[in-house]
């Protein structure tokens, strides 16, 4: 039977990959495509349109491992879509591609409702994109309603994460290289594939084994902050959670 930290640690590459897979589907390119914005434009209203209609630097102080510049020129340039719109056509991307994903999936009602607790029910400090996409209405069928619990829970733990990084006095590309190979929303990736994909300058220093060590602690840390969400579940529920969550073919 799995303990709430043991769940959190177990449910993470799942919540990761499908909580964030839509972010780069092709449903979020057709919205760039009517609306004439750019793939990260739509990303940072999309996301952190929940933080309200605010200046880059509040964006820049909670998507912790982007450049500081290039998040205020995606987000600046993206203001032709107000946020509010912004996080109503995340939500609605989010949930086609939950259906287009997870549709044939029998379980997506059940483990809606074992998501569902666990994101009421965590604390919000520290994590202001948790909080707002945790206020953001859910969708009322089941595959929609799961992957945009998956998302919401993904941000919890992104934003808990981001928090663990900076308590280990980590610069966030440092973090970003030291991470070896994560499951993430496109796939196994090393850590020079990630900082690429997040846009910071090359060429790329590899870390010490210090930083790799640390970055390995930040990630028990990660995991440690996580438990307390899934306390609400009882065993036999964290274990259902957990074989839920393998989707397989699901696909």
């Given at each position: 039977m799995a303990d709430p930290r043991t769940t959190a640690r177990q449910v993470k590459a799942a919540i990761?990959?499908?909580?964030?897979g839509f972010m780069i589907s092709r449903e979020a390119k057709a919205v760039c495509e009517e609306y004439g914005l750019g793939a990260r434009e739509f990303y940072f209203r999309g996301r952190c349109g929940v933080l309200g209609e605010c200046d880059a630097d509040v964006v820049n102080s909670v998507v912790v491992f982007f450049p500081p510049d290039h998040v205020e020129q995606s987000w600046n340039g993206g203001r032709k879509l107000p946020v509010e719109r912004a996080?109503?056509?995340?939500?609605?991307i989010c949930g086609a591609w939950g259906?287009?994903?997870l549709g044939g999936y029998?379980?997506?009602?059940r483990l809606a409702e074992l998501l569902q607790?666990?994101?009421?029910?965590a604390p919000c400090a520290g994590v202001p994109l948790f909080a707002g996409w945790r206020a953001v209405p859910l969708p009322d069928d089941p595959p929609a309603r799961a992957v945009q619990l998956m998302h919401v829970v993904r941000e919890l733990r992104g934003g808990l994460h981001a928090n663990a990084?900076?308590?280990?006095?980590?610069?966030?590309?440092e973090a970003t290289l030291a991470s070896g190979h994560d499951a993430t929303p496109f796939g196994a990736t090393t850590g020079e594939?990630?900082?690429r994909f997040f846009q910071w300058p090359e060429p790329y220093a590899t870390p010490d084994p210090e930083v790799v060590a640390r970055r390995a602690a930040v990630e028990e840390t990660t995991d440690d902050l996580m438990a307390p969400a899934f306390s609400v579940l009882d065993s036999s529920e964290t274990d259902e959670l957990i074989g839920l969550l393998r989707f397989g073919d699901a696909r």
């Open positions: 990761g990959q499908y909580g964030g996080v109503e056509l995340y939500a609605e259906r287009r994903k029998d379980g997506c009602a607790p666990v994101v009421e029910a990084v900076i308590a280990a006095g980590l610069h966030p590309l594939m990630i900082a």
